[in-house]
């Protein structure tokens, strides 16, 4: 395995499981909470990233982008849409799929359903960080809810 990819990994595998087991207690009714009256929910953040994060570490990465992605519907998730069920499924499969990264994308550029261009190596570190700082979000989200 690649040394960079090496790393990144543990650091993805890590975040995502910090995730699934920040969900897996809460109940629906606690997904949809608003402890703060203009924030959004833990079910929107767990929906908002896992579309994120499918689109750059599975999608950019693997040269296979995803057109039915929805970002302003990942702001609007509900229950109906993004049940707890289907957002563990979706974090768990992230792993999966990531799991088996061509080292020689690194530094590939590969456009986006939108036409933006990203480079490969910038989308995967770009993705964990960005899951990274909403896990922040949504931990504390746990602590007001």
Avoid: C, Y
Wanted: a neutral charge.
């Amino acid at each position: 395995m690649n040394a960079e990819l090496a790393v990144f990994h543990p650091l993805l595998n890590q975040t995502l499981q910090s995730w699934l087991k920040l969900l897996e207690p809460l109940s629906e009714e606690a997904l949809d909470a608003r402890p703060i009256a203009d924030g959004n929910s833990l079910r929107v953040l767990a929906a908002h990233t896992l579309g994120a994060t499918r689109l750059l570490v599975i999608d950019i990465a693997k040269g296979t982008p995803n057109p039915q992605r929805d970002r302003h519907a990942e702001f609007h998730a509900t229950a109906s849409t993004h049940s707890k069920a289907v957002l563990l499924e979706g974090l768990a499969a992230l792993a999966q799929g990531a799991a088996n990264l061509e080292p020689s994308r690194l530094e590939a550029e590969q456009a986006a359903p939108n036409g933006q261009l990203f480079n490969v190596r910038w989308a995967l570190w770009h993705g964990l960080l960005h899951a990274r700082q909403h896990l922040g979000q949504a931990q504390l989200l746990v602590k007001l809810i």
